[in-house]
């Protein structure tokens, strides 16, 4: 069963859709992340399933029932904002236990869950504390307190982390789907880090310009991008997107005579290649120029031209190589992702002839 359905969701503002035409379903009890660029639409899709947003057209259903126009409250979820929305004159205690409080739930039942809450979360000898003797860590703990505190089934979180440095984010992120999956909650996790997405997604929805250009795994959208946009936008370094052009009998890319990419000539395709499936070769593979290097300690980024179309190449350790220097480029047939250049869509049906 679905924790929650969303059908065709569309939402304006003004002229402008900001949601169009938006269906997914966050299946019971797995962590499903909405991810995209700025302003695609994942946080307006969010607010639109919490009912914090009225739905233009499409439906929202949470746990088999139909909430499209039900008022937030009654729609059995809890949400977790960006900002972490403490109540600064209350203690962390009072911060945690406020919904608890406004729905007049027993001083037993709420000693019970704080108890609990606390401890899930490492709050315990923090909840006399104001916010502002928190650290950013300790208050989205608190705020992650303050929604699991309700035991809803279904949490929703819009960019909890992103106030958050590096470290902090990093911890944040294990502790995050520790919990979840320790409370077996059904969560949707609204980011623009695909770092974020990849690590604790159980399934990726990949939005762009409002509209879901992929719904995943994080396996599959990795390793077989449904567009030049996700192969881009996953991965790091990005994909390799380079342009095809016919010569001769063949297929090659554009700038160069040969090698051939296809043994049959085809035109408005782009060959895709990861950074970390390229290797450089002394004697066999694609002639490149490399215009500059960038060592990172455990990898390096070699950056290379082929005429005038850019790649990037990520090797292991050290590389000492000068710009300027000519390298040979090889890599795998079954490691290539070939695209309608003109569209920017996966073509399965060539890589199979390529690959046979």
Not at 320 to 329: M, S
């Amino acid at each position: 069963m679905s924790a929650i359905t969303v059908e065709n969701v569309t939402k304006y503002w003004g002229d402008t859709a900001a949601v169009d035409d938006v269906s997914f379903a966050a299946p019971e009890g797995d962590f499903t992340v909405l991810l995209g660029p700025s302003g695609c639409g994942k946080s307006t899709t969010l607010r639109l399933i919490s009912g914090l947003e009225v739905v233009t057209s499409g439906r929202v259903i949470i746990g088999g029932r139909e909430v499209t126009n039900t008022p937030p409250a009654q729609r059995d979820l809890s949400m977790v904002f960006q900002s972490y929305a403490l109540f600064p004159h209350l203690s962390v205690a009072e911060n945690i236990l406020f919904g608890l409080k406004v729905r007049k739930v027993s001083r037993a039942e709420q000693r019970r869950r704080l108890e609990r809450t606390a401890e899930l979360l490492g709050l315990s000898a923090l909840l006399d504390r104001r916010p502002a003797q928190l650290s950013g860590g300790q208050q989205q703990r608190v705020a992650l307190g303050r929604a699991i505190i309700g035991e809803k089934p279904v949490c929703l979180m819009d960019e909890p982390l992103s106030n958050l440095d590096a470290k902090l984010r990093h911890e944040m992120r294990l502790e995050i789907r520790a919990l979840q999956r320790e409370l077996g909650i059904s969560m949707v996790y609204v980011t623009h880090d695909q770092a974020e997405a990849m690590s604790m997604a159980d399934r990726v929805v990949l939005l762009r310009d409002g509209r879901v250009e992929q719904i995943a795994p994080p396996e599959e959208i990795y390793q077989h991008p449904a567009s030049t946009f996700v192969a881009r936008f996953i991965g790091t370094p990005p994909m390799n997107v380079l342009r095809l052009s016919e010569h001769g009998n063949g297929t090659v890319i554009d700038g160069l005579e040969e090698p051939a990419i296809l043994a049959h000539g085809e035109s408005d395709v782009s060959l895709g290649i990861r950074p970390e499936d390229i290797e450089i070769n002394e004697r066999s593979g694609v002639p490149a120029i490399v215009n500059a290097l960038e060592y990172l300690g455990a990898d390096s980024i070699v950056e290379c031209s082929i005429g005038e179309q850019q790649l990037a190449v990520r090797t292991h350790g050290r590389i000492r190589i000068d710009p300027g220097t000519r390298v040979l480029l090889d890599w795998h047939d079954e490691r290539i992702h070939l695209f309608r250049t003109s569209s920017g869509q996966r073509l399965d049906n060539l890589m199979d002839t390529l690959l046979n």
